[in-house]
């Protein structure tokens, strides 16, 4: 292959011509009532979000804020379904809630497809990477992953406290999208800059802000002119090479889904493995009970799945309209919080409390509709690998400093810094 | 009893896959497929009825037969 074309400008001369969207002006600070004023990016929210939103589901439920140029926070199971099944009113053409919104002309395709596609073009961008993500395809990775798994748990030897989020739970999704991306395994600690820009950086000024994303696309184009060089058995030559409708991909189009694959495919199962540590270490009975049975973990996966879904996505609101008895403005942010979802008395027994045997479980950690997690079954691959690792190697652990742990604000919540003491 | 997944309404989570891999697959895709034809074999009626019961977006429907 010699030249590809599509990717001979570069991302400054693409930037000249990106849409101009509209910005707001960014509020911060304590939140005064959360069902007027709410804010996911307070500390408040990241420290328990369950209590808010438990506390909203019973007097509104759909909470409103002015913040990020206005938006809307439904609580109820029933609510976060209608929402997400609606394609027709609620665009997914900016998912992560901010001061920022891209112009309707970016719909359908967004800009990091699928994630950010309506229909119809949402299903062609979902096609091309529905087999690379299927159960079967993913367990091809799981002998891999669990020999990784070991060898972090093996450079944690002769420590009496260790932090499970840095030192365990971040490096596991990182090597395996690394892995299947093509990256090189040791640009890791760049992959969370990128994270930390994309995903937590929503109140930065907007400069800042759209510099952070230069950052992540110049990594990305350089990524791809070494992928049109050499290319290999990986993501990143498949996108380059794979055509719909007898026609490649835009390099705006590759480049997105790259950006998404790597920035949703680590923070959020890095938060999961977390999350699930997090709750063995401060529950002893349900600790002890899956080193005893092994064979519960899948199902007490899915519990910790429901109870602490890290992922919350967002719409926009397409055209004015009264909805369930809020009047929504065309443009206004839905927070769609598939946490707050899980919890909803309606929709599960004992919502709020962790039943690691849970049966019957319709739970919604990875969304509903069309814009399911493409990578569930990729993601449910490493945490219970993980797990089984750790509860194998680690039977026995708790919280060393439980006020010490940290959790990652706005909508990826996961513990950030988890001292855990071992043996 | 009989069991069929409706193709509108299934996205893939693999739920049915998970908790019944004896009566469910997955196609190319990861969407769900029930094996065989769409009979429940004895034995399998409470590993039809978890699937069913965990399916995020309700799309497997039981028949009983009358």
Redesign the interface.
Known sequence: MTVDDRFSRDFQEMRADRPIGTRNEIVTGPVSDWATDFSHTESEWAADPYRIQDELRQRCPIAHTERFGGGWLPTRYEDVAAIAYDTDRFSSRAIIMGNFRPPPELAPIGGSPPISSDPPFHHHAR?LL??A????AVARREAATRAFCHALIDALEGEDVVDAARDYAQHIPMRVIADMLGFPPEDGPRFRAFIEGVLEGVNLPPDERLGRMDNLFDYLLAQIHDHVGNPRDDLTTYLINVEFGGQKLSSSHVAGTMALLLIAGIDTTWSAIGASLWHLAKTPADRERLVADPGLL?TAM?ELLRAYAPVTMARLVKEDMSWNGVDMKADDWILLSFPAANRDPAQFDRAGEVVIDR??????A?G???H?CVG??LARMELRVALEVWLERIPDFGLADPAAVTWASGQVRGPRTLPLRIG | MKVKIDSERCQGHGRCYDLAPDLFGADDEGYGQVIGDSTVPEGQERATSLAASNCPERAIEILQEA
């Open positions: 096609k529905l087999p993500f299927t159960k079967h899948p899915e049966e019957v479980n319709r739970h919604a990875f509903l509709g069309i399911r569930s079954h």
